[in-house]
């Protein structure tokens, strides 16, 4: 079992960053690919960044190219995502999840474990 807990959404003007933060419970987060995804309002929630269990392979959907990293410590149970160059239609609950899979695997299946979300919102 893996719990999630979201941090660091909030308001932000366009240009802007925030840095999101998802800490794990459970001893067995370090086999587990980490990923975040959104959903705004009237909207599917679909996958921003994911990354492998070991850190060496991540994942971008082509909005958060060049403007998202994701990270993670597996000695702290934490995960990140550093945003930057913020867009008003960035503006979302973001969520963390967790899935025993490979990369590919996160980026194809449901994850396992979801996190309760974190509100984004950014102004123009």
Same mark, same amino acid.
């Given at each position: 079992?893996? +719990?999630?807990?979201? =941090?660091?959404?909030?308001?932000?003007?366009? *240009?802007? =960053?925030?840095?999101?933060s998802c800490a794990a419970s459970g001893?067995?987060?370090?086999? @587990?690919?980490?990923?975040?995804?959104? +959903?705004?309002? *009237?909207?599917?929630?679909?996958?921003?960044?994911?990354?492998?269990?070991? *850190?060496?392979?991540? @994942?971008?959907?082509?909005?958060?190219?060049?403007?998202?990293?994701?990270?993670?410590?597996?000695?702290?149970?934490?995960?990140?995502? +550093?945003?930057? =160059?913020?867009?008003?239609?960035?503006?979302?609950? @973001?969520?963390?999840?967790?899935?025993r899979y490979t990369l590919r695997g996160?980026?194809?299946?449901?994850?396992?474990?979801?996190? +309760?979300?974190?509100?984004?919102?950014?102004? =123009?």
């Amino acid at each position: 079992q893996v +719990q999630l807990v979201e =941090s660091g959404g909030g308001l932000v003007q366009a *240009g802007g =960053s925030l840095r999101l933060s998802c800490a794990a419970s459970g001893r067995a987060f370090s086999t @587990y690919a980490m990923g975040w995804f959104r +959903q705004a309002p *009237g909207k599917e929630r679909e996958l921003v960044a994911s990354i492998s269990w070991s *850190g060496d392979s991540s @994942y971008y959907a082509d909005s958060a190219k060049g403007r998202f990293t994701i990270s993670r410590d597996n000695a702290k149970n934490t995960v990140w995502l +550093q945003m930057n =160059s913020l867009k008003p239609e960035d503006t979302a609950n @973001y969520y963390c999840a967790a899935g025993r899979y490979t990369l590919r695997g996160f980026n194809n299946n449901r994850p396992d474990y979801w996190g +309760q979300g974190t509100q984004v919102t950014v102004s =123009s």
